[in-house]
């Protein structure tokens, strides 16, 4: 007994010594773990672990950072305001963060599920043109594809409304390729618009907004004109960027008491921070979004201002990702259903098990599928209330 005091007594400095290397331990780990945590949940920094000792300093930046955005203060996904283009290291992470196609786990290739995914919207919404009665190219700006496409037109007047923008990175795909959602919905009672809007870079995303503002009034117009009850609205990866700059402040205001025709809003697997876009070539070649530092953060929803929707009662976000979208889209999710929320608005974020960036629209022209049964619900439980 006494001999095991006089031990540890003894044992005391070099105890002292032994913690502070168990220290140095731990605060190296932590950094190196900071970093991981920032290169896996990317949209956050995303900076590949290099071991060049330039990279050091990185990594101390990116480790006060993080302890930024743990402690609540951090405000910026990327990080790259005023910090000039990334590495290639860096920008080689998000080519692939922002490929959605290359994390699918369906095919051999990501050209084979954009190939997929091309015939098989291309495919289901000629179906859909042939079974439903529709009202195609009615006009809501004076562009080309400034136009919508109704489904379901035979519904009375006043049938519950659900209006779907496309994704495709603002640069392609197209209304007539995106009205696969519309079967189910129609079948049970609801009509369908699918929304054409101008793509990149004929139009800047800048230009593009506006372009989609001008849709979304027209589709409250509509709305209120035929005595429509409940309007709700999805989108799909950019087409979700869009409806999230589409409803800002000016918006609701140039559009009155009519924006609280709007009830769900279905955002599916979102681009809600175009910062990183700005470097992509993937994505923005030769800048054919038209972003840069000027407009970048402020094209980005989640840096945005939701305060003025308080005001819109019985506005409901519902916000999904897929399992097999990247680290930085699920962060992307996360995080806008969270900037939501701390607006006091009723946001609930989903991730969908199984599915990729592309399936997760294309199980729409399913009845049972998760997000077709929500929209239906979204309206049974409106009537209700
Ligand atoms: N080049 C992209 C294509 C893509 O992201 C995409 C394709 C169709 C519909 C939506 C998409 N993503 C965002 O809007 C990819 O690698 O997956």
């Known amino acids: 007994m006494s001999k095991q005091i006089i031990a540890s007594t003894g044992s005391r400095r070099l105890i002292t010594r032994r913690s502070s290397i168990g220290w140095a331990l731990f605060v190296a780990y932590f950094a190196l773990a ?26 101390l930046s990116n480790l006060s950072r993080y302890v930024r955005f743990r402690s609540g203060k951090f405000d910026c996904l990327a990080g790259m305001d005023g910090q000039g283009a990334p590495s290639e290291s860096t920008l080689a992470t998000w080519e692939r963060q922002y490929s959605p196609s290359a994390w699918s786990v369906r095919f051999q290739t990501p050209d084979e599920v954009i190939s997929h995914h091309v015939n098989f919207v291309t495919s289901e919404s000629e179906r859909n043109r042939e079974a439903l009665e529709t ?14 496409d109704i489904y379901g037109d035979d519904l009375p007047p006043d049938a519950p409304l659900f209006v779907y923008i496309h994704g495709g990175y603002w640069q392609m795909l197209e209304k007539e390729t995106s009205a696969y959602s519309a079967k189910p919905l129609v079948d049970r009672g609801v009509r369908v618009m699918i929304v054409g809007y101008e793509l990149c870079p004929a139009v800047t995303l800048e230009e593009l907004v506006r372009q989609i503002k001008a849709a979304g009034e027209f589709v409250l117009n509509y709305a209120a004109e035929n005595g429509v009850k409940h309007v709700s609205m999805a989108g799909h990866s950019a087409g979700a960027h ?17 924006f609280n ?18 470097y992509t070539k993937s994505v923005n070649k030769d800048n054919l979004l038209g972003i840069d530092d000027t407009n970048a953060r402020r094209l980005s ?16 976000f519902h916000v999904y990702v897929a399992q097999h979208d990247s680290d930085v889209f699920r962060e992307m999710s996360t995080r806008m259903s969270e900037h939501l929320k701390t607006y006091g608005l009723n946001s609930e974020l989903t991730v969908l098990p199984n599915l990729d960036h592309f399936d997760i629209v294309e199980s729409l022209a ?8 929500a ?10 209330e």
């Open 301 to 316: 929803p989640l840096f945005a201002n939701y305060d003025h929707l308080r005001s819109a009662t019985g506005l409901r």
């Open 375 to 384: 929209i239906l619900d979204g309206i049974v439980g409106s009537s209700k």
């Open 135 to 148: 009202s195609l190219n009615v006009a809501y700006g004076s562009g080309d594809r400034d136009k919508v």
């Open 366 to 373: 399913s009845a049972d599928y998760a997000i077709t049964t």
């Open 261 to 278: 025709l709007l009830k769900d809003v279905y955002l599916i697997s979102g681009v809600y921070n175009v910062q990183e876009l700005r």
């Open 242 to 258: 869009l409806i999230q700059s589409m409803i800002d402040h000016t918006f609701q205001n140039a559009v009155g008491e009519e």
């Open 34 to 59: 900071a970093n991981h945590h920032q290169f896996r949940s990317s949209s956050v920094a995303v900076v590949a672990v290099d071991p060049k000792p330039e990279h050091v300093a990185l990594w």
